[in-house]
């Protein structure tokens, strides 16, 4: 029985030990933040509803949602590396703040249109921040791990937070702009309480991103990242059409079998994380990529829960098998002081998926189930042949990045 005890905190160790405390204070707040990130699952129901929008106007005011995300990522990407990590993200989460109260207290078609455009500006703009925080405070061979780690709060408070807001929007819509306002003030106070500034004390470098753009294998990367949230979109866009209205499942029932996702997620995630950092990350991100791929494809088979059940265990392994590689990389292929920069770039390629998967997800679903499944599937099967093309290069630079000691080791 003891044996099984020191197994158990050997286990416990390798999969949370050894990280410097600032990144558990960047932990913590991520974690605080996204139990409080109630509003953005709810907006359509909020704009239709509350605000007594047609779904066309509900529809277009997203759309300027999107193009503020689109613009967000590369912004924030400069300001980390410009203002440093800290100001970014803590600053972002002030904005986010008061946009979210003044989206939840606007009335007229023109302030809420202007509210969602600057919420999409700064709702994600902490991502470059964090990320290049992650890449200035731990050491190359735990990044995976940490990565992992974040990956794992976000899932955990989005659960949470998702399943709290559904209660509350019955109650009264103002509670979730509250409630997430709240959080991303306490999420900026304890980074700028307990996180240090990482950022590296060198000059400005001329060019900007167009060093970024230089970089061949970060972009070759940006784009393999790019089919991979294409097909991850998906599941916000798409899939709740088609399970819905195509195989006629009711929302209820879809809903509960979806949060099979989470669950995944929030218990195996965990226990495989550490394991597979010790594998080459550029093939186990393309055969998470193939799995997610598979699973997606899968999905025009579907004519049941059940059925839908089974496809989601598939890409759900595939998720996880990716979770905390792609930010490990981009850490990586960044030089330190333009690690906000390729985290914006990064981040880039998730934004712009959330805006192209619902518009070719539509057309291919017009076409049938099969032309939407089966391309979604091959979109990640591309992608991962594309991991493994650029696998050598990103080996080569892993092999210079692990010589490099972490910016902060100890907090």
Not at 12 to 40: C, E, I, K
Not at 144 to 167: D, H, K, Q
């Amino acid at each position: 029985m003891s044996t099984s005890f020191a197994e158990r905190l050997g286990f416990l160790r390798s999969a949370v030990g050894g990280l410097p405390r600032p990144f558990w204070a960047l932990w913590s707040g991520t974690l605080v933040n996204r139990l409080g990130t109630m509003v953005m699952p709810f907006t359509g129901v909020y704009l239709t509803q509350a605000r007594g929008m047609s779904v066309a106007a509900a529809g277009l005011v997203m759309a300027v949602f999107g193009a503020g995300s689109l613009l967000s990522q590369l912004l924030a990407g400069v300001l980390a590396d410009r203002i440093g990590r800290r100001a970014t993200l803590a600053g972002s989460m002030v904005a986010t703040a008061v946009t979210m109260l003044a989206l939840g207290y606007s009335t007229s078609l023109f302030a809420v249109t202007a509210a969602m455009f600057v919420l999409g500006l700064v709702i994600d703009a902490y991502r470059p921040a964090s990320n290049a925080l992650v890449a200035d405070l731990v050491s190359p061979a735990e990044r995976p791990r940490a990565y992992g780690l974040l990956f794992w709060a976000i899932n955990l408070g989005y659960a949470v937070g998702m399943t709290a807001g559904g209660w509350l929007a019955g109650v009264g819509f103002l509670w979730l702009f509250w409630i997430d306002a709240v959080s991303c003030v306490a999420f900026a106070v304890l980074v700028w309480r307990a996180v240090p500034e990482t950022r590296p004390a060198v000059r400005e470098t001329p060019g900007g991103f167009g060093l970024v753009l230089r970089d061949r294998v970060m972009l070759g990367f940006t784009l393999t990242v790019l089919g991979n949230a294409f097909m991850y979109a998906q599941t916000v866009t798409m899939l709740p059409v088609a399970m819905t209205k195509v195989v006629g499942l009711p929302t209820g029932e879809f809903g509960v079998v979806m949060a099979l996702n989470g669950v995944l997620i929030v218990i195996v995630q965990p226990l495989v994380s550490s394991r597979l950092g010790r594998f080459d990350p550029s093939w186990v991100l393309a055969l998470g990529m193939t799995v997610m791929g598979v699973g997606f494809a899968l999905t025009a088979f579907v004519t049941s829960a059940a059925g839908l059940a089974a496809t989601i265990v598939v890409w759900t392994a595939g998720e996880i098998a990716t979770a905390g590689l792609a930010g490990a990389i981009v850490a990586l292929l960044a030089p330190a002081h333009l690690r906000g920069r390729y985290s914006g770039l990064f981040g880039f390629a998730w934004s712009a998926a959330t805006v192209l998967a619902p518009l070719t997800g539509g057309a291919l679903l017009e076409a049938g189930p099969r032309a939407l499944w089966f391309t979604v599937g091959g979109v990640g099967v591309v992608s991962a042949v594309g991991m493994l093309a650029l696998a050598p290069a990103i080996r080569r630079r892993s092999a210079t990045a692990a010589e490099e000691p972490a910016a902060l080791s100890t907090a």
